[in-house]
């Protein structure tokens, strides 16, 4: 993701939306100030949520989501956000753990646990229907460069991938492979 810019999170509210955004290093100076307010100021988060995940494949994950309200130099220059909240993850596969800390900023003044669900579906998403896009339809291979057709190739993949979905095939992949084999297999597809 680019950097969050201001003007499009005020584009957000001026539509009477809200946004829960992710601040990554390519913000650093806004991501300093969080980092800043949570660790040098010691600050208590007004609610946290803790959650585990454990797979089948042996990977557990335990998730810390807490939010913050003290906006300590933050809300000078970005007068939309409400909240700060934060996502410490430990992953644990095999006897290798991970940690991270990933940051957030909102307009919202939910609760950790409502935070959490908004911040997983959003992975949901990413992980549905950009990776089938990318495995799949192999969008990140695609060198379409010019104007507005990358955008028209990439709503045509998820028209193809919604269709399929509706026609309820599981492996995208297969479905693509058996499809291009015969016109009557594309005629014989729901649309609705």
């Not at 003290?70 to 409400?82: A, G, H, R």
């Not at 934060?86 to 753990?97: A, H």
């Not at 992975?123 to 990140?140: G, M, P, Q, R, T």
Request: net charge positive; aromatic share 10%.
């Amino acid at each position: 993701m680019p950097c969050i810019h201001k003007k499009t999170l005020k584009k957000i509210i001026k539509k009477q939306h809200n946004f829960v955004a992710q601040v990554k290093k390519n913000q650093n100076t806004l991501l300093d100030q969080i980092k800043f307010n949570i660790a040098v100021k010691d600050t208590t988060p007004i609610d946290s949520y803790t959650s585990h995940d454990c797979n089948n494949h042996g990977r557990y994950e335990t998730r810390i989501v807490e939010v913050y309200d003290d906006l300590y130099l933050i809300e000078d220059n970005w007068d939309m956000v409400k909240r700060i909240v934060t996502v410490t993850s430990e992953v644990v596969i095999g006897d290798k753990i991970t940690n991270e800390t990933r940051y957030y900023i909102s307009n919202l003044t939910q609760s950790a646990k409502s935070f959490s669900h908004i911040i997983r579906s959003h992975w949901k998403i990413e992980n549905s229907l950009h990776y089938v896009k990318d495995v799949a339809f192999l969008e990140d291979f695609s060198r379409i460069r010019t104007e507005q057709i990358p955008r028209i190739a990439s709503l045509v993949r998820s028209v193809a991938i919604n269709i399929l979905n509706i026609n309820q095939f599981t492996n995208i992949t297969k479905a693509r492979k058996l499809l291009a084999w015969g016109n009557e297999n594309i005629f014989s597809l729901k649309c609705f």
